[in-house]
């Protein structure tokens, strides 16, 4: 048997697809993954056995820089969160929701905004009051202006080298067809679940890594909502990289930039460097937190 490296492509029915050098092995899973409480995702590097392709064993996975529930992926470098401006309406609540998760993970996140060509005249102020705010913080935000708008797309690319990407973001803000513009042979089934299938059956969707423009991405997009059920409240300001830095001002070294006196964070936000959007957001989601029900974990 030989003893190699690789990284999980695919996870299906059992098998573990494992990259190495240009070839990829079947495996199953031998040893006590179970006990250990592991399961391995797609994306995870992994030692494995093998000595021909099809019937190989996976033994090891090795320690993980994060993980995504919805899609089960692992060491994900960066994720693009696609938002509607219209046809749903953007929200500023729905994206700082995403950053935060993202930022948790320690996951570099890009914002693609979709629909942009829907806009009226009135609205492309709205567009602009986005890009400024969160360009200032310092994410990237591209906007597709016509439907298949090759400029943004072509931008969207220039990050996949190196880094592997999973996208996510609003139902119905075209995330399927995004991906499909990018690489045909994806064939993402844009309408989740068709009609035909009747309501409340399951398709059941593996993730897998393609290889694209130099680097992985999934091919499934992620959650389209979220809560916050693992972190902590004090946590939540660390999400907020503006916050990061104006609290190196702040009076109390853990401010939660809610009523502490000489808080840096709320003389900005009134002072208008930190967006009044992100700081309601913070509150609203300070709260969500505190309110959460204690999750008792099974034994």
Do not use: W
């Not at 953007?90 to 060509?117: A, G």
């Not at 916050?243 to 840096?264: L, N, W």
């Amino acid at each position: 048997m030989v003893f190699l490296k690789g990284q999980i492509r695919k996870a299906l029915s059992g098998f573990y697809y494992i990259y190495t050098d240009g070839e990829t092995y079947q495996t199953r899973a031998r040893g006590n993954f179970r006990n250990r409480n592991i399961t391995p995702l797609v994306g995870d590097e992994v030692m494995f056995e093998s000595d021909n392709r099809t019937d190989g064993y996976l033994l090891e996975v090795y320690p993980r820089q994060n993980e995504l529930v919805r899609p089960p992926v692992a060491n994900v470098d960066q994720g693009v969160i696609v938002m509607s401006m219209v046809e749903p309406n953007f929200s500023y609540n729905l994206l700082d929701r995403f950053l935060v998760t993202l930022e948790d993970k320690r996951i570099d996140p890009i914002i693609y905004l979709t629909k942009v060509d829907l806009l009226t005249e009135t609205e492309q102020a709205h567009l602009a009051e986005i890009k400024k705010i969160y360009e200032a913080i310092g994410y990237p935000v591209i906007a597709a202006t016509k439907e298949n708008d090759e400029q943004a797309i072509h931008a969207l690319e220039q990050y996949f080298p190196e880094s592997l990407t999973v996208f996510m973001g609003q139902s119905g803000a075209g995330k399927s067809t995004l991906l499909n513009k990018i690489s045909p042979e994806l064939q993402l089934a844009t309408n989740e679940i068709s009609e035909s299938l009747g309501r409340g059956k399951h398709t059941t969707r593996h993730v897998e890594l393609l290889p694209l423009y130099d680097g992985l991405v999934a091919d499934t997009p992620g959650f389209s909502s979220i809560d916050f059920l693992e972190m902590e409240t004090t946590e939540l300001p660390k999400q907020f990289p503006e916050f990061v830095e104006a609290s190196a001002s702040c009076k109390f070294r853990e401010c939660m930039h809610r009523k502490e006196p000489g808080c840096e964070v709320k003389q900005r936000v009134e002072a208008g460097t930190i967006a009044q959007t992100r700081y309601d957001n913070y509150l609203q989601f300070l709260l969500e937190i505190e309110n959460r029900r204690p999750i008792y974990k099974k034994k």
